[in-house]
């Protein structure tokens, strides 16, 4: 297992040794940055960074962070917020002649607030910062 210095990226697969060859030398500066900055930062009570995860049930890039999640679970401790969804809202008077059911597509507030795309996977950490990027998610 390769040598690393954050806890929560000690496995082979997601080191940074492994992201490095896959990143320009800027990009993988600035991946670690960000990482060391979302842990130093961040720490529930039990001592791991404690994330906010706004995620979508059936989204493939949000399945990639929620095993990366469920993989570092005794390194970091997240929230899960299903972001987006359908809803069933009332007929307005200009839909009452319509026969069709009226089921809107929903992005949770604090989704948009923290990525206005309204994209998932968004990761918050207890300082308000965002990921709003799978890949580096």
Not at 107 to 120: A, I, Q, R
Request: net charge positive; proline share 6%.
């Amino acid at each position: 297992q390769p040598h690393t210095s954050y806890p929560i990226m000690a496995s082979q697969t997601l080191s940074r040794i492994h992201l490095s060859k896959s990143l320009t030398p800027l990009a993988s500066r600035a991946l670690s940055t960000s990482i060391e900055n979302a842990i130093s930062t961040s720490k529930s009570s039990s001592g791991n960074p404690k994330l906010t995860y706004y995620s979508a049930w059936f989204c493939p890039f949000a399945h990639r962070t929620t095993l990366a999640l469920e993989r570092h679970k005794g390194h970091v401790t997240y929230e899960w917020v299903e972001a987006l969804g359908w809803e069933k809202r009332a007929k307005t008077k200009e839909e009452i002649a319509t026969k069709h059911e009226n089921w809107y597509h929903f992005k949770h507030p604090d989704l948009m607030k923290h990525n206005p795309l309204g994209m998932v996977p968004t990761i918050v950490d207890g300082d308000q910062n965002d990921i709003t990027e799978s890949i580096t998610a």
